[in-house]
């Protein structure tokens, strides 16, 4: 079910023409709005659709508004929830606010009034999930860039963010994928929902299920409490799923259930709970190959290639270095109140002949470094940390394209990083910004050894 711009609405009354008239003035101001007579046809629409809010009869035939809000709550549904009423008892209002409403009012009413308060709960509902799922501010966005590389993925991204349709990105290490999946969000009727961005390579596989779908209480050893899992966060957003290839092969099985189904069980638990999320995925390996192997399912695999985005290492758009280099020395120079405002010509010189095996990332941490490092107002050639081994590469990697050379640049980039950070794999992993499972591969298949362990020249 698509939300509309003020929101998904069920209203469960078994005043037909009540909640019909409801219905239809909601619709005015925006609001979708489903019609329910009892709480049980109610509650067969809230565990099959997701919903932003209810407006809930107190006094229904059958299960009460009180039973089901009781019920709703235990279920772990937490849809804002209007309680309204003939019955002006205060005891009822109390009960209703402390069994979880969001408001409530008693019959008759402004219609109006209902909408304003629904609007409100919405919003502080919306915000509330902002909040737990960490929300980046849209100025925290780099633009995407003016490189004619860029140009066609800029003009799909503005075509496909406005649709519902699962995007997949694909892409070298730090060429900006999740930049571009904040852009489409950005641009889609869901840009006010969370956008909630997970590593999934990052995330140890015994506990991926649960930081996907939740847990319930009891349903593993220290599991006191439910958990909300980042599905459910992202309710009404986007969830963007990175490093999409490390997902083991029985959370892919989950993982196409949730794309078909549009819903998910939490661990341990037994009813199945409707999610309203956009997925976006990212990962740098090659999906056909690892298809192909049996390391991805080829089911998913077509289920998430929708919609394909493949963005250029940052060496086959130089023309967008210097911009995005301005952009990072702007906000490192802000973060740490160093007063360095310019590059010096020899400096961007230098960042141009670069080859980057570390692309959009790399360039991130170098600007960092350098801002952190510079003694006067402007970076200069020597501020910048460049490995000399591919510094004065663009014609080797950039214009040749050569995958020996590529590979060599990647290999020398990272053993760079893990001497830097004294072969400690988490840093190094943060440094590069991959993750840790795909450094220790890339170790392993490079047969990279600390400096002490290395025979001559590595």
């Given at each position: ?8 609405v ?13 219905a ?65 008892d ?27 308060r ?85 995330i ?31 309710g ?9 290839a ?7 099985v ?76 702007q ?13 010096a ?5 230098r ?12 360039l ?27 510094g ?18 990647e ?14 794999r ?33």
């Open positions: 079910m698509e939300n509309s711009q003020s929101g998904t069920l209203i469960i009354d078994d005043e037909d023409n009540l909640a019909r008239s409801l239809t003035y909601l619709s005015l101001d925006g609001f979708d709005c489903t019609v329910s007579a009892t709480a049980e046809d109610g509650l067969l629409k809230l565990s099959t659709a997701f919903y932003d809010a209810a407006v809930l009869d107190l006094r229904l035939p059958g299960m009460n508004g009180l039973e089901l809000l009781a019920h709703l709550r235990e279920e772990g549904l937490r849809i804002p929830v209007i309680m309204i009423s003939a019955h002006g205060v005891r009822d209002a109390v009960e209703a606010m402390k069994t979880g409403a969001a408001d409530y009012l008693v019959k008759p009413f402004d219609p109006a009034e209902l909408s304003l629904l609007s409100r709960a919405i919003s502080v509902s919306r915000l509330f999930r902002l909040a737990e799922a960490g929300k980046a501010s849209a100025d925290a966005r780099p633009s995407l860039g003016t490189d004619p590389a860029m140009r066609e993925i800029i003009s799909v991204i503005r075509r496909v963010a406005p649709t519902q349709s699962t995007v997949l990105i694909t892409g070298e290490s730090g060429t900006g994928k999740e930049i571009v999946a904040r852009e489409i969000h950005a641009l889609s009727s869901r840009s006010e929902g969370p956008f909630v961005p997970v590593n999934l390579g990052a140890p596989d015994s506990l991926l299920e649960s930081e996907l779908f939740g847990h319930e209480k009891g349903s593993f050893t220290g599991a006191d409490s439910r958990r909300t899992g980042l599905f459910e966060l992202a009404g957003g986007t969830l963007f799923l990175d490093e999409l490390e997902m083991p092969l029985n959370m892919q989950k993982l196409l259930r949730v794309i078909q189904d549009r819903t998910i069980t939490r661990l341990g638990g037994m009813r199945q709970v409707p999610v309203d999320v956009r997925i976006i995925a990212a990962t740098n390996r090659n999906l056909e190959e690892a298809v192909a192997s049996r390391t991805f399912r080829e089911d998913l695999y077509f289920r998430l290639n929708v919609i394909r985005l493949r963005l250029p290492p940052l060496r086959d758009r130089r023309s967008d270095i210097s911009r995005l280099a301005g952009y990072f020395l906000k490192y120079s802000r973060e740490t109140g160093r007063p360095v405002h310019t590059f010509a020899e400096a961007l010189a960042l141009d002949a670069y080859a980057f095996p570390g692309n959009i990332r790399e991130e941490n170098i600007v960092e470094r350098a801002v952190i490092l510079c003694e006067g107002e402007t970076i200069t050639a020597s501020d910048l940390s460049l490995d000399e081994r591919i004065s590469s663009r014609h080797d990697v950039g214009e040749t394209g050569s995958a020996s050379t590529l590979r060599e640049a290999r020398i980039a990272i053993e760079s990083a893990l001497d830097r950070n004294a072969w400690h988490e840093k190094t992993a943060v440094d590069l910004g991959i993750s840790r499972r795909t450094l220790l591969n890339k170790i392993r298949e490079f047969s990279l050894v600390p400096p002490g362990e290395r025979k001559g020249n590595s």
